[in-house]
């Protein structure tokens, strides 16, 4: 499967955090993904930019804090996460970039 300009608008950028890092040694990888992306987008994406096989995809929506500044409430943005688990054998190293 050959990767399209679509495909680099699901996958926004890998999240490399202390719970990704745990994640990923029982072979899953996390990513920020478009708000609006669903799951089998998601796959699709990964398996075309990656070449892995995808075993599962879960994803979770992280409401965006108000904060204020200068004085003015503000609203930070909402993120979508998705934990992406691989098959067997297939790895991702997201620190190389694509």
Request: avoid cysteine; charge should be positive; glycine fraction near 8%.
């Amino acid at each position: 499967m050959t990767a399209k300009a679509q495909h680099y608008d699901v996958i926004r950028k890998p999240i490399i955090t202390e719970k990704a890092t745990l994640a990923s040694e029982n072979g899953a990888v996390v990513f920020e993904v478009a708000i609006d992306s669903n799951k089998p987008q998601i796959k699709e994406a990964v398996e075309a930019l990656f070449g892995v096989k995808v075993k599962a995809v879960n994803t979770t929506i992280t409401k965006g804090k108000t904060k204020r500044f200068r004085g003015t409430p503000g609203k930070r943005k909402d993120v979508k996460k998705a934990y992406v688990t691989l098959e067997e054998g297939n790895t991702i190293d997201v620190s190389t970039g694509l």
